[in-house]
């Protein structure tokens, strides 16, 4: 039968030292594993990480990963590489925050206006499907007809000011949903798109 070194198992999600003690136990509890025994086998893995991440909340030492007073799994201090919140990423964890601030907000739709081609990619991976993102580049046409749609449909609408945006197209873009982020990275707009939510919300 396949199977994987506990002590393997564990450091691959940044339990090390006391912290991978403290899952031993806590696999010990679930009836995973048992005292003594230093492999796992395969078919186990899946569930033996799901009952960990479900006991435990990892986060590095940055002061903006360090857990809620709402958590209700056990704090666990790793590398920043295994933060639950930042994976060692700043993007990430700017990212993360903005998706917590808009599901407090109750909102899901994002329009994006601007960035570059690298930029909106990086913000498309990090939402993944937990946000409904629309962009408008400069391949939309820049007149009110396309625009103004998006941003009724939006509830919140961000422009990448740096960057190359007809100005046709930000003249449609105007209202109370509509802010402008002057600095080009996934951090100033997923921070700015955080501080809008945490009015309204
Ligand atoms: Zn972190």
Same mark, same amino acid.
Request: one cysteine or more; glycine letters at 6%; charged letters at 30%.
């Given at each position: 039968?396949?199977?994987?070194?506990?002590?393997?198992? #564990?450091?691959? &999600?940044? !339990?090390?030292?006391?912290?991978?003690?403290?899952?031993?136990?806590? &696999?010990?509890?679930?009836? #995973?594993?048992?005292?003594?025994?230093?492999?796992?086998?395969? %078919?186990?893995?899946?569930?033996?990480?799901?009952?960990?991440?479900?006991? !435990?909340?990892?986060?590095?030492?940055?002061?903006?990963? &360090?857990?809620?007073?709402?958590?209700?799994?056990?704090?666990?201090?790793?590398?920043?590489?295994?933060?639950?919140?930042?994976?060692?990423?700043?993007?990430?964890?700017? %990212?993360?925050?903005?998706?917590?601030?808009?599901?407090?907000?109750?909102?899901?739709?994002?329009?994006?206006?601007?960035?570059?081609?690298?930029?909106?990619?990086?913000?498309?991976?990090?939402?993944?499907?937990? &946000?409904? #993102?629309? !962009?408008?580049?400069?391949?939309?046409?820049?007149?009110?007809?396309?625009?103004?749609?998006?941003?009724?449909?939006?509830?919140?609408?961000?422009?990448?000011?740096?960057?190359?945006?007809?100005?046709?197209?930000?003249? %449609?873009?105007?209202?109370?949903?509509?802010?402008?982020?002057?600095?080009?990275?996934?951090?100033?707009?997923?921070?700015?798109?955080?501080?809008?939510?945490?009015?309204?919300?």
């Amino acid at each position: 039968m396949d199977d994987l070194a506990i002590s393997e198992l #564990l450091s691959r &999600l940044g !339990f090390e030292g006391e912290g991978a003690e403290k899952a031993l136990v806590r &696999l010990c509890r679930d009836g #995973l594993t048992r005292p003594g025994k230093t492999r796992i086998a395969t %078919v186990k893995i899946e569930t033996a990480e799901r009952a960990l991440r479900a006991a !435990f909340v990892r986060h590095c030492r940055k002061s903006a990963c &360090l857990p809620s007073p709402r958590e209700t799994r056990e704090p666990l201090p790793v590398s920043a590489v295994h933060c639950e919140t930042c994976g060692g990423s700043d993007n990430r964890r700017a %990212v993360e925050q903005m998706l917590v601030a808009m599901q407090r907000a109750g909102w899901t739709k994002l329009l994006v206006a601007g960035g570059s081609p690298g930029t909106r990619r990086e913000l498309q991976r990090l939402c993944a499907d937990r &946000l409904d #993102l629309r !962009f408008v580049t400069d391949e939309t046409t820049p007149n009110r007809k396309t625009v103004a749609p998006l941003l009724n449909w939006s509830e919140v609408a961000a422009i990448w000011t740096s960057t190359e945006i007809s100005h046709k197209t930000t003249a %449609v873009l105007r209202g109370p949903k509509v802010l402008k982020v002057s600095r080009r990275s996934v951090v100033a707009l997923a921070e700015a798109v955080q501080e809008r939510c945490a009015i309204v919300a």
